[in-house]
Structures are given as C-alpha cells and as structure tokens.
C-alpha cells in the first residue's frame, strides 16, 4: 500500500532564511510525486510535481523540490521564505493507473518576520 | 486559467438528512475525484470516476456515499443519511488524462449537527 509521511508537524522559519521541508513516501512501482501547499479556508494548489526525468523539479513561488529514490524521499525546498509562504503543505504520491493521491500528515509552516 | 468549482463553500445540515456537493471540473477533464479532510487530519481519497462509472473508491465510500455525473458538467457527492463524523471539508478533483495532475477545487466545509 502507498503512504506518505511528513515528519515535521509545524516549522517556524524567520523571512528570508532557507527552508527544506521533509517528505517520505512508500510506493511499490515507480511513484508519482506531488507537493501542495493549502492556506487557511482555502483550496489545494498545486506547488510541483515529479513524474520522470530530471530529479530536481521546479515549481510556482520559487519552490524546488528533488527526488531521491535510493531514499524515498521527496524533499521540498526555498532558498528564501517570505510571509506569504505560511500555509499548510501536503506532499502525496500517486501512481501511473492515474487514480488515487495519498497525501502526507501535512506541515504547517510558520514564518517570522 | 480553468479551474474547478464547488457549490456550496459551506453547508450546514442536521444528523440523519441528504446532503449533496456540487462540483464543476474543468471542461476537458475525463477523471473525477472526491477526497475529504476531517479538521486536522490528513486529505483521504475517497472515490474516483471515469466513463460514468466508478473506478476505485476508499473503505470510508460506503453505501451512504454516491456520486454522479448528471448532466456532462456538474460532478455530485451525496450523502443519503449524513453523521457527526461526516463533517470535513469536501475536495473535488479533476484531471484529463490517466497520468497528469489532479487539479483540486477550493472545498465545500459540511458541518453535520
């Protein structure tokens, strides 16, 4: 069965300082990778997403995220946060058969001015 | 930009009575999702569609839960006999083809008193 875990529930980072946030995933065949990010009351955007190809994808807002399969890892980052980029974000994986995300526990990240 | 949309954004409703959500997804989308979030807890998937019929639905999609596509556009979750525990906010998703991204909707909020 595929599952994802987030391991960081909540990050509190100051504005401008670098941010890396953790996701894991288990997935029997080769996984399609997804990180979301939700702000309060809103919807599910879509940040990026790994399909093939280069591991090191790059997204909306100046978020990159890389793959490393050796870890299961799908790890997303900014060199340089900013106040509007406190949110909830939710990694998921989802496979070729094209159904089902599973989502992470989601973190919520903080930003201090 | 298309994106998909969900009436109504909030939806009050007593223990024991019909609900039903109302998403529109994008035009050209062929794949259908409803998933849920229970207030802080994880997103779960639900049920997907295709072809006017079920594809894969989750152990929370019991018999008190179906969906349909009524009329070419508009994509309905209903809830015949809703519980204290059916309240969560409501994703609908779309995408077009088996292997591109799933475009999410801002959520319906159910609260079932």
């Known amino acids: 069965a595929q599952s994802v875990t987030q391991p960081d529930i909540h990050i509190t980072v100051s504005e401008g300082a670098s941010l890396e946030l953790r996701c894991n995933y288990s997935y029997g065949a080769t996984p399609y990778l997804f990180w979301y990010v939700q702000s309060p009351g809103q919807g599910l955007q879509l940040l990026l997403k790994y399909f093939s190809g280069d591991t090191l994808v790059q997204g909306i807002k100046g978020f990159e995220a890389e793959f490393k399969r050796s870890q299961s890892s799908f790890n997303l980052r900014k060199p340089s946060v900013h106040w509007s980029d406190a949110a909830e974000y939710f990694c998921?994986?989802?496979?070729?058969?094209?159904?089902?995300?599973?989502f992470g526990g989601g973190t919520r990240l903080m930003v201090k001015p | 930009e298309p994106e998909v949309t969900q009436t109504p954004s909030h939806q009050v409703t007593q223990m024991g009575q019909e609900v039903i959500l109302h998403c529109v997804p994008i035009?050209?989308?062929?794949?259908f999702y409803w998933y849920r979030q229970i207030l802080g807890q994880k997103v779960e998937f639900l049920v997907s569609?295709?072809?006017?019929?079920?594809?894969?639905k989750s152990e929370i999609f019991d018999d008190q839960f179906s969906v349909e596509r009524p009329d070419g556009s508009n994509f309905t979750l209903k809830i015949r006999s809703t519980k204290l525990e059916d309240s969560a906010m409501y994703f609908c998703?779309?995408?077009?083809?088996?292997?591109?991204?799933?475009?999410f909707g801002p959520g319906t909020r159910l609260t079932v008193l």
């Open positions: 569609f295709y072809n006017n019929e079920i594809s894969e």
């Open positions: 998921a994986v989802g496979g070729y058969a094209g159904n089902m995300l599973t």
């Open positions: 035009s050209n989308h062929l794949y």
């Open positions: 998703a779309s995408r077009p083809t088996r292997t591109d991204t799933q475009y």
